[in-house]
Every structure is written in C-alpha cells, then in structure tokens.
C-alpha cells in the first residue's frame, strides 16, 4: 500500500495467471464488476489495445459522470496504462502491472493524479462535491476493494 496526495497504489497476490488476470482488466466493459466507482463503459468495447478510447461511467452515491480514456499501453500479461481524461481537461493516469509468481501473479494497481492546467481547480472542486476529502486516500480505499473483488473473479 502507497499512496500520497497525488498518488495511491496497493498490490495482491492473484492464484491466477498474468495473462488470464490481465484479460479481465482490458475488458474495460467489465470494470464496474470489482470497482466501487466505476460503472462499466458506454457501449462495449470489449479488451482494449494501445491508442483506444473508451468512455467511462462512474458514480457516487447521486452523481454520475463520464469520462473518456485513451489507453497508453496493453501489454497481456504484463502492464496496461490509460489517461483519464474529462474534455479537455486531464484527470488521471490508471496502471496495472502484472508480475507471475509460483502461485499466480501479483496485480499492482495504481493512481496518478493529472488535474492540472486552467481547468484544475474546477475540476478539483466538483471532485470535493462528489468525493469530500483527499481524493488519494479515497482511491486507495477504491483500489483495495477493486483488487480483492479481481482476485474473486478470477480466482472464481
């Protein structure tokens, strides 16, 4: 577990191949599944490559917003990378490595905070509406449960 103002990360242990748990993550459809914030995808784009877009759904408690990504890296079974961003103005970086062990793989799911530039403060306060409080600390709550509700599907 890591996490700073700007960052949040946490390991597991997954008794599951790289590849298989990798193959759930890119089903960005499916997202809505393990994640306590996220809803799924508009449409279903099915596994994601390096320079897809995908929108976003997410939600807490009344709200919902949508945001579009564009995936950075997909590499099965090893890492995938992709920018958040909520037109125009950039939001956040999501990555996940993955790392085979005797038993599985470890999965490394972290947050990077990218709300910068003349839209920022905005941003960040809308965010403070939805989500009051640090948004790192928050994330790291929401990356804990996303990884123990991935290892369950893909333990299952």
């Known amino acids: 577990m890591a996490s700073s103002e700007t960052t949040a990360s ?6 599951a191949p790289p590849e298989h748990v990798y193959d ?3 089903d960005v459809a499916r997202m809505g599944e393990w994640s306590p914030e996220s809803t799924g995808t508009i449409g279903s784009p099915g596994a994601v490559e390096t320079g897809d877009h995908f929108w976003g759904l997410n939600r807490k408690g009344v709200f919902r917003w949508f945001t579009r ?3 950075l890296e997909a ?5 995938f990378v992709f920018d958040v ?4 103005s950039p939001v956040a970086r999501w990555t996940y490595e993955f790392r085979a062990t005797d038993t599985g793989c470890e999965v490394t799911e972290s947050w990077e905070d990218r709300r910068f ?10 965010g403070g509406i939805v989500i009051p409080g640090p948004r ?11 990884l123990r509700a991935l290892k369950a599907a893909a333990e299952g």
């Open 69 to 71: 990504c564009t995936v």
């Open 117 to 126: 530039g003349p839209l920022a403060g905005p941003i960040k306060w809308f």
């Open 85 to 88: 961003d909520f037109p125009p």
């Open 75 to 79: 590499e099965r079974g090893q890492r």
């Open 136 to 146: 790192a600390a928050h994330n790291q709550r929401n990356i804990e449960t996303s």
């Open 10 to 15: 946490s390991t597991i242990e997954i008794a």
């Open 24 to 26: 759930l993550v890119v």
